[in-house]
């Protein structure tokens, strides 16, 4: 997102649901969704990441620019998309 704060995260969402978010399109229309299954999808694509999983439950909010676009990259990842395109991906990390 050009501008992470106002079109990349969702504020009121913890960082596992921001990173989770991106595989519900691969799921089947019915189901339930299940904090495991969303936990073991984005600890594979946080861990490459360097992004500490200690800190899913935590607000996207509280955490540094730098690893609230860690876990939007994280979020891409775990779509399982064939090309991701990244748009200026540090812009607003120190």
Do not use: C, H
């Given at each position: 997102?050009?501008?992470?704060q106002?079109e990349?995260?969702?504020p009121?969402?913890?960082v ?5 978010i991106?595989?519900?399109?691969r799921?089947p229309a019915?189901?339930?969704v299940?904090?495991r ?10 861990s490459?990441l ?11 909010t509280d955490l540094s620019?730098?690893?609230q676009?860690?876990a939007?990259?994280a979020?891409?990842?775990v779509?399982?998309?064939p090309?991701i395109?990244l748009d200026?991906?540090t812009?607003?990390v120190?």
């Amino acid at each position: 997102a050009g501008d992470r704060q106002k079109e990349g995260v969702f504020p009121l969402w913890s960082v596992l649901s921001n990173i989770s978010i991106g595989a519900l399109a691969r799921r089947p229309a019915i189901g339930l969704v299940s904090d495991r299954a969303n936990r073991d999808t984005a600890i594979g694509a946080a861990s490459k990441l360097r992004l500490d999983d200690k800190r899913f439950q935590s607000n996207i909010t509280d955490l540094s620019g730098g690893n609230q676009q860690k876990a939007l990259v994280a979020r891409a990842l775990v779509a399982d998309t064939p090309v991701i395109l990244l748009d200026d991906p540090t812009r607003g990390v120190d």
